[in-house]
């Protein structure tokens, strides 16, 4: 799926690339340490929305977040077009379309809660519960509460379930704030 995903927006990808690249200094994807499956830190692509030098930091802890976004990086978060580079992830098996989003290395509260319940055992998704439950509005608490069902409930039908509503929060822009 992903592969077949990836050949139908390879071109709309390059063309973000290019603006990205065309509009702000600095390369067109951003590489972020992400916490992945059994912890390990892996790479996860993102197109790149926020402005050379901006601390690695997760969004909502950083002072005034919406000076470090860049004007085209805006459009590509309202609609989530900066998370397309992610398919490489899923190809690579360090990701699936549905699952906990991976946490910053750096988010260490974050972190040590999904370990205590386990939830560092699946792979980290594009997608997720807490994503189509609230994504920017949920505490980390509540976030990791959503985790933990989505690992006790998770099936096939969860997780179409999931991206169906995933589908539809990106075209109403749903609870996303930053």
Known sequence: MSLSLLAILFLP?????????????GPGIHRSKRIGKD????????F?????????LAS???????NCITPFGRFLRKYSLDELPQLLNVIKGEMS???????LFNQYDLIELR??????????????LAQVSG?????????VL?????????????????????????????????
């Open 13 to 25: 990808m390059v063309l973000i690339f290019i603006i990205v690249k065309s509009f702000s200094e």
């Open 39 to 46: 912890g390990n830190i892996f790479i996860m692509l993102k």
């Open 48 to 56: 790149r929305t926020m402005f050379i030098g901006t601390p690695n």
């Open 60 to 66: 909502h802890l950083l002072n005034n977040s919406s």
């Open 97 to 103: 379309f549905v699952g906990p989003r991976p946490a």
């Open 115 to 128: 370990n205590k319940k386990n939830i560092h055992s699946i792979l980290p998704g594009i997608t997720g």
């Open 135 to 143: 994504r920017d509005d949920l505490s980390i608490k509540e976030k």
């Open 146 to 178: 959503l985790d933990s069902e989505y690992f006790e409930k998770m099936n096939f039908f969860l997780d179409i379930k999931i991206l169906f509503i995933t589908f539809l929060n990106v075209i109403r822009k749903k609870n996303i704030s930053h």
